[in-house]
């Protein structure tokens, strides 16, 4: 059972470039989110997902998109890259309102650098 | 605005002490707390949790204790050991609706042998 699978594990971008950080889970959980580490700021909410075919905006979702067309997949796009976004991003995933559904699995991490 | 804070960035304590990391939230309506465990270069990971209708709930040396009339949130971990070195979260839970979970900057606990 992989739980919640992030790759890659590190990139290295150019400021302007494009990639897609991506997410995807075995647990059959409805919810999906994406957080963004940095030090001393402890983990900001980007975008998040109710289920499949529905995302909203966190905290911080400004030069990120993202979709869901299946339940098991969550990628993270950046559309062009900016050193302000050199950060680690974890995605966690949920599976929703009821008793003891509400604890978060992560991923291992995905460590981003723009130069 | 609401938010769920830390008190102290880092703790450092020595072997087989006990550790409190506390832990403030400003919304009355939270109904459900958790803690997060994050070692160095991993995601988070649960250790306990909490419903705001208990006051202390026991895991395996560990201790989280809920204060709803001052809005406070602790986990006390009892005979630390080296392995507990790591940054600790609380998230809380607002009543109603979708759980979105947002957390606070996190503690730095250093143990010392």
């Known amino acids: 059972n992989a739980g919640v699978t992030q790759t890659p594990k590190f990139q290295v971008l150019k400021t302007g470039q494009s990639m897609t950080l991506q997410c995807a889970q075995d647990m059959n959980h409805e919810y999906m989110s994406w957080y963004r580490q940095d030090p001393g700021m402890g983990l900001r909410l980007i975008h998040y997902?109710?289920?499949?075919?529905?995302?909203d905006q966190g905290e911080v979702p400004n030069g990120y998109n993202v979709s869901r067309s299946t339940t098991e997949d969550f990628p993270l796009r950046l559309l062009s890259a900016a050193p302000s976004q050199t950060s680690v991003y974890f995605c966690a995933t949920w599976k929703g309102q009821a008793s003891g559904a509400n604890v978060l699995t992560f991923g291992a991490g995905s460590r981003l650098t723009v130069l | 605005g609401e938010s769920v804070g830390l008190h102290l960035p880092t703790l450092s304590v020595q072997e087989g002490d006990n550790s409190i990391i506390n832990c403030a939230y400003s919304?009355?309506?939270?109904?459900?707390f958790i803690w997060y465990k994050q070692e160095s270069g991993k995601g988070p990971q649960f250790i306990i949790d909490i419903r705001s209708n208990m006051d202390k709930r026991q895991g395996q040396r560990v201790t989280v204790l809920l204060n709803k009339t001052v809005k406070h949130l602790s986990l006390q971990i009892a005979a630390t050991q080296p392995g507990d070195s790591a940054v600790y979260f609380c998230a809380e839970k607002r009543g109603g609706g979708s759980y979105i979970p947002t957390f606070g900057r996190g503690t730095s606990l250093i143990v010392h042998p």
């Open positions: 919304n009355s309506a939270s109904d459900y």
């Open positions: 997902s109710v289920g499949a075919g529905i995302t």
